[in-house]
T-cell receptor, first 115, second 113 residues
Framework: AQSVTQPDIHITVSEGASLELRCNYS??????LFWYVQSPGQGLQLLLK??????LVQGIKGFEAEFKRSQSSFNLRKPSVHWSDAAEYFC?????????????FGTGTLLAVQP | DAGVTQSPTHLIKTRGQQVTLRCSPK?????VSWYQQALGQGPQFIFQ???????QRGNFPDRFSGHQFPNYSSELNVNALLLGDSALYLC????????????FGPGTRLLVL
């Protein structure tokens, strides 16, 4: 079955510290991979996406993610967290090929940033 | 360029009632997907519309139905509301191609009492 696992429900980091949010997926083939961020009461904003090619993907707001096929992982990283990064982060997968782009989301990781 | 818009922003209904939520896609997009996000959960795919037809459906009962209009806007209808239908309903638009980025609207918060 297709699924996305985000093992960390809640993470707290200090402002200026580095961040890594974990994402593991189960999929029949190489999927498209996405990270979205959701601020309280808001919709989802795309941070970055991976389709193919270079396994290290750069996104907006200084985020990056690395696709590791052998580990079925797509972890999100940021070298120095800002207070404005406090939000909920969702990893998602979509089908590679075909004519549909249904997304399967993880349950999210809530990030708190300490001053 | 307006992004994805949804209306209303909030809605309160009682059990058994029916509700209609609306979505206007981002300019240039032809595909609309609907997701349900329960409190503390990730979004769950409801269905997707392209060329005014439902193209794919998630694991939701027939009480959930939709429509896409010639201008690509879409409606989500839910009949016989249950308490468990309380959630944030997100609309996403994209082009009709696998892997195309889906852009999300701000959502409609539905509360069923």
């Amino acid at each position: 079955a297709q699924s996305v696992t985000q093992p960390d429900i809640h993470i707290t980091v200090s402002e200026g510290a580095s961040l890594e949010l974990r994402c593991n997926y189960s999929y029949g083939a190489t999927p498209y991979l996405f990270w979205y961020v959701q601020s309280p009461g808001q919709g989802l904003q795309l941070l970055l996406k991976y389709f193919s090619g270079d396994t290290l993907v750069q996104g907006i707001k200084g985020f990056e993610a690395e696709f590791k096929r052998s580990q079925s992982s797509f972890n999100l990283r940021k070298p120095s967290v800002h207070w404005s990064d406090a939000a909920e982060y969702f990893c998602a997968v979509g089908p590679y090929g075909g004519a549909t782009n249904k997304l399967i989301f993880g349950t999210g990781t809530l990030l708190a940033v300490q001053p | 360029d307006a992004g994805v818009t949804q209306s209303p922003t909030h809605l309160i209904k009682t059990r058994g009632q029916q509700v209609t939520l609306r979505c206007s896609p981002k300019s240039g997009h032809d595909t609309v997907s609907w997701y349900q996000q329960a409190l503390g959960q990730g979004p769950q795919f409801i269905f997707q519309y392209y060329e005014e037809e439902e193209r794919q459906r998630g694991n939701f009962p027939d009480r959930f139905s939709g429509h896409q209009f010639p201008n690509y806007s879409s409606e989500l209808n839910v009949n016989a509301l249950l308490l468990g239908d309380s959630a944030l309903y997100l609309c996403a638009s994209s082009l009709w191609l696998a892997g195309e980025t889906q852009y999300f609207g701000p959502g409609t918060r539905l509360l069923v009492l």
